[in-house]
């Protein structure tokens, strides 16, 4: 399996002098093609700062970077836009849906910036598959939490990035449609061959990933498979 | 143009307002504008229809045409292909409160008016009316008096729509106009007030009292007219001062508001640069729908405004300041383009 994501000693630091704080402290870690990662941590832990520089949003202080082989660390803000838009689908906490787009129109947006031309049948199954082809014509408002993440997922997985970046998917989600929500990224990562990291701290919503890394002061631990 | 339209589709208040703002100082511009070339119209008409080469004055006269002092003698030594005196009294008609311009030329002067019923006039007491005055009701063959001269003047002929200094503009001979302005003093030579010439003219050089100017060096100076225009034009343009702001201050808001969308759409790779065409678009669709409908609301008012307020468009300058209005929208949309380009898109996750 190819790796996607690779992180080589990577070290984030903020401030200097007495108010230095090392965020991220030599991180190693590698994530392979269709593979389910979960990081679990407490907040301050580091798990954001993880998830912006894997994502390309802020630059690591040292150490080195690649997405599906492409250096990151060394590219300016432009470059690492199109890399971002090319490479990872997002899926936020709330949601990273526009408000004022109706569903479909979220995804004619991600044809505009790419100038691309096509036409929605590869949405609409992917629509389909989601179980959310009749919510094309909603505004994000008008859907419930559930909803508009698996709007979300759609959305992330319609660029077919190489990696998904999931950053408390289920935070605004009673226990129920969190657990659906994981295991459509979990079922998501295995058949559409998407690596997939999803940063979260509620513990239930990790078993059933193919790894689990403890984030702890700035360093990843991989626990033991319990299974 | 994609997310600009769906946007003002889904906060259709929030960019009604803004349009209605547009539109509002838009209209204001196009009335404005409309009234101050009406007015302007009103001033100049009389003069600019003369379509003359040179106007020559007196030259202690200060271009005004009223102050100049000219005679026959004068007008003899003047060469050109084509050329007539003029003599200008301000007067009123006696029983109305109508005040009018009384021009006395000669008979076949080139800078006659056409008819457009009527003849020209012959004899002494003879006078043609413009449109403007025949329409309070006066018809060939009525007689009218002017000022404190007794006799009664018979008109002959109606022109189309004529002002001068926002007067009707009534032609005479120079007889009947000698009479109407200095009545029965005895003169030694026929005065006039300028000389208006057509091609090839030129000036005696032995005779230096007189000086020539051209048809708008003579509107300029006409008294009042440079003042009111400045004055209109000077509101009209701090109007696109206005503009710019409400528009600017507007976007700014709006954007402030989005600010964390932005960070997303920037944390998923959309560029600065599409979504500041976006705010740019936006800027634009307001300016256009704004000035389109204030031009139309514009052109209604025109059709209702009472004949006491001369209302003039001139579509090449409506044009102009479309596209300055347009403009100045833009521009009032750039102020926030700074504001899109610093958001963070790391602002987008954690929290």
């Known amino acids: 399996m190819k790796d996607i994501l690779v992180m080589k000693n990577i070290v984030k630091t903020f401030g200097t002098g007495h108010t230095k704080v090392t965020a991220l402290k030599e991180i190693n870690f590698t994530v392979k093609q269709g593979e389910f990662v979960s990081i679990i941590g407490p907040s301050g832990s580091g798990k954001s700062t993880f998830l912006t520089i894997s994502g390309g949003l802020q630059t690591a202080t040292s150490g080195e970077i690649l997405i599906n082989g492409q250096t990151f660390s060394t590219l300016n803000e432009k470059k690492r836009a199109d890399l971002r838009f090319k490479e990872i689908g997002f899926i936020l906490q709330s949601s990273n849906l526009v408000p004022f787009l109706k569903v479909h129109e979220q995804f004619t947006l991600v044809k505009k910036v790419t100038k691309r031309k096509e036409d929605n049948t590869r949405l609409d199954s992917l629509l389909r598959s989601l179980d959310i082809y009749d919510l094309k014509e909603k505004y994000p408002r008008d859907l419930s939490g559930g909803e508009r993440q698996r709007v979300a997922i759609a959305r992330a997985l319609y660029n077919e990035p190489s990696l998904i970046l999931a950053d408390e998917p289920t935070a605004s ?38 790894r689990i890394f403890h984030m702890q002061d700035g360093q990843l631990v991989e626990k033991p498979f319990q299974q | 143009m994609f997310l600009a339209i769906k946007e003002m589709r889904y906060a259709k208040l929030r960019y009604g307002l803004i349009i209605g703002m547009m539109l509002l100082i838009a209209y204001v511009v196009f009335m404005l504008s409309g009234l101050a070339r009406g007015l302007a119209e009103e001033f100049k008409k009389g003069v600019e229809d003369w379509q003359a080469q040179e106007i020559i004055l007196s030259q202690e006269a200060n271009k005004t045409l009223t102050a100049s002092q000219l005679t026959m003698d004068d007008f003899d030594q003047i060469t050109a292909n084509q050329k007539a005196p003029i003599g200008i009294y301000n007067g009123a008609i006696k029983g109305t409160e109508q005040n009018v311009t009384v021009f006395g030329t000669t008979e076949k002067a080139f800078l006659l008016p056409t008819l457009i019923k009527g003849t020209r006039f012959k004899q002494n007491n003879e006078i043609i009316i413009p449109e403007n005055l025949a329409k309070d009701g006066y018809h060939i063959g009525d007689t009218i008096k002017i000022g404190s001269y007794p006799e009664a003047l018979t008109i002959v002929g109606i022109t189309s729509e004529n002002y001068y200094t926002v007067t009707p503009v009534i032609y005479t001979n120079l007889e009947t106009w000698t009479q109407l302005k200095f009545g029965d003093q005895p003169l030694n030579n026929q005065p006039i007030n300028a000389v208006i010439t057509k091609e090839n003219t030129q000036l005696p050089s032995t005779n230096e009292k007189m000086t020539s100017l051209t048809t708008p060096e003579l509107i300029e100076n006409i008294p009042g007219y440079s003042a009111q225009n400045l004055t209109l034009d000077a509101m009209i343009y701090f109007l696109f001062v206005v503009a710019t702001a409400v528009v600017g201050i ?75 209005l347009i403009s100045v929208a833009i521009i009032g949309g750039l102020f926030s383009i700074r504001t899109v380009t610093k958001v963070d898109p790391i602002t987008a996750i954690g929290g």
């Not at chain 2, 500041?276 to 209604?300: E, K, P, R, T, Y």
Request: charged share 15%; glycine share 6%.
């Open chain 2, 250 to 324: 507007f976007m700014y808001v709006i954007t402030l508001q989005k600010t964390a969308i932005f960070g997303v759409m920037k944390a998923q790779g959309i560029r600065n640069s599409f979504l500041a065409n976006s705010l740019i678009a936006q800027a634009f669709i307001v300016g256009v729908i704004g000035v389109g409908l204030a031009i139309l609301l514009a052109f209604g008012t025109s059709l209702v405004l009472p004949d006491a307020m001369p209302f003039a468009i001139i579509w090449s300058q409506w044009a102009l300041y479309s596209g300055l």
């Open chain 1, 173 to 210: 989600l009673d226990t129920e449609h969190a657990y659906d929500v994981v295991n459509l990224l979990i079922k998501e990562a295995h058949e559409k061959q998407k690596a997939t990291i999803m940063v979260t701290h509620d513990e239930r919503m990790i078993q059933h990933s193919d």
